[in-house]
């Protein structure tokens, strides 16, 4: 995946005084041979500065990890810790870079380290949480946060996809071209919490894009992208005389996106696709946006901003290909009842169809064929919309997702674990039959009640938890979730 940071976390031991500085230069050795043994080497780097009750060392081992390239930290809690200077270096780590830190504590591994050799980093653990706290430093700390070097191990290795999420929201632009369409106020994006978050927004003109695309008008490169389609899309390449023009347009947009990154690093792309795109450009922009999106550089529809934020956010915490839906349709009852009923363990308000025209990306489609918009057909000339990606969407475990800035600058989010079931959808678009438990009830009590819009992220895999601790690291001050339990705002009589 491009445009994705990779992340090296440093992992630097503490030591109160009046315990054995061995005994955290010890484990620390262990926690790293355990997380190289697992899962290779190249994501962690072990800092040989131990913090033994000392200001000066916490900047020593700030300056180590700094100099080793390291864009995460994990403060390793070998014994008990001393507070004060652990935290001192959490927090100048987050002044110096702006990058995540994590707390994790070692745990006695038998029982002949108890009678002299106890590191009580359990207690530690309250401490240091305690001195994070007063100084306003926002860490990730695992749900159970002590643990054997294996167990660490783990911890760390899940705290990567969630730093890589928030190194990348720190190098983020978000790159719209708009405005969004009329009677589209579920695409308003207040940008407040984008900079909050470190996020910069460059919000540019159809007119601009249309420029552009016009000056790329016989670009050498056309044939090769042309090429590059025809492989990708095989038997699916049902209108190849649309491919040039799509061409065009990807060279478009990936030169505006390497001309525009300024400062930021990494490039999300919230684009316009109606009602003036199909007849100035001459086609729909689905294909070339899934395209994108499956490289690692979302492209959400509508000049969704939010949508696209979303999206890049669950790419670096999947590492893979995403989409953007709309929660669209019931399934009718004679399809959930020849389908699903008896087959899968999902009630008539578990499911629902999830739809976009044609911007997810050809590998997670079944059978994905370029076709023309038929929405927009109704009332276009149908030469001007073709380049949508057609099919279902292949089945299997999804994560459906977002965050959203509302009117007023509250940040919610929600996450909801479900799949799509290998149910055909008889329909047209990039569409699945989703299946989420309890989803009707999350509909109405989370969608519904949080004011969210029809718009959702989608991430090919369970990533609940990775994702949830992204929302809650950055300041969601609300997270929604399908749940069996009644919800706060539901009628406990109905």
Not at 11 to 22: G, K, N, T, W
Not at 66 to 88: D, R, W
Not at 195 to 214: K, P, R, W
Not at 233 to 254: D, V
Request: aromatic residues 10%; hydrophobic residues 40%; contains cysteine.
């Amino acid at each position: 995946m491009e445009n994705i940071p990779h992340i090296k976390a440093g992992i630097v031991a503490v030591s109160r005084d009046c315990f054995p500085q061995s005994l955290s230069e010890n484990r620390r050795a262990a926690l790293v041979a355990a997380y190289e043994k697992k899962y290779g080497a190249g994501d962690v780097y072990e800092c040989p500065v131990c913090i033994v009750e000392s200001e000066a060392q916490a900047m020593q081992a700030l300056d180590d990890v700094v100099a080793a390239g390291c864009n995460a930290l994990c403060v390793y809690l070998g014994n008990f810790g001393p507070e004060i200077s652990e935290t001192l270096l959490a927090q100048k780590w987050q002044e110096r870079t702006g990058y995540p830190v994590m707390f994790v504590a070692a745990a006695e591994e038998d029982a002949g380290v108890l009678k002299d050799d106890r590191g009580d980093a359990f207690c530690g653990m309250l401490n240091a949480s305690y001195n994070l706290k007063l100084r306003g430093v926002k860490a990730y700390i695992p749900e159970y946060p002590a643990g054997t070097a294996e167990e660490c191990a783990s911890m760390i290795h899940e705290f990567i996809p969630v730093a890589r999420a928030l190194v990348g929201l720190k190098d983020l632009k978000i790159i719209s071209f708009g405005p969004r369409p009329q009677n589209f106020m579920a695409c308003n994006a207040p940008i407040k919490q984008l900079y909050d978050m470190g996020v910069e927004i460059e919000e540019n003109s159809e007119l601009d894009l249309y420029e552009s695309f016009l000056k790329h008008e016989g670009d050498e490169r056309i044939p090769e992208v042309v090429a590059d389609m025809a492989s990708e899309l095989g038997e699916g390449n049902a209108i190849p005389g649309i491919l040039p023009a799509l061409a065009q347009y990807e060279l478009t947009l990936l030169d505006w996106v390497n001309g525009h990154r300024g400062s930021k690093k990494y490039v999300a792309i919230a684009g316009k696709c109606w009602p003036a795109f199909q007849t100035m450009f001459g086609f729909v922009p689905c294909y070339v946006n899934s395209r994108l999106t499956g490289r690692g550089i979302p492209v959400s529809c509508e000049v969704d901003i939010y949508g696209a934020l979303s999206e890049y956010i669950g790419a670096c915490v999947s590492g893979g290909a995403v989409t953007l839906l709309d929660i669209n349709n019931t399934v009718p009852a004679d399809i959930y009842g020849g389908d699903i009923a008896g087959r899968y363990p999902y009630k008539p308000t578990d499911v629902f169809m999830g739809f976009h025209c044609g911007n997810t990306c050809s590998q997670k489609l079944c059978h994905p064929q370029m076709r023309n918009q038929k929405i927009m057909a109704r009332s276009l000339p149908e030469e001007v919309t073709f380049g949508t990606l057609e099919g279902d969407i292949a089945a299997g475990d999804i994560t459906f997702y977002r965050l959203q800035s509302t009117a007023d600058n509250h940040l919610y989010a929600y996450v909801a674990q479900g799949e799509v079931l290998p149910v055909p959808t008889r329909s047209f678009g990039s569409i699945g039959v989703f299946a989420i438990e309890e989803m009707g009830r999350f509909y109405r009590h989370v969608l519904i009640e949080n004011g969210f819009p029809h718009h959702g992220a989608v991430a090919f895999g369970h990533y609940g938890k990775a994702l949830f601790e992204v929302f809650k690291y950055i300041g969601a001050e609300k997270i929604g979730y399908n749940q069996k339990e009644r919800y706060a705002t539901e009628n406990p009589f109905a």
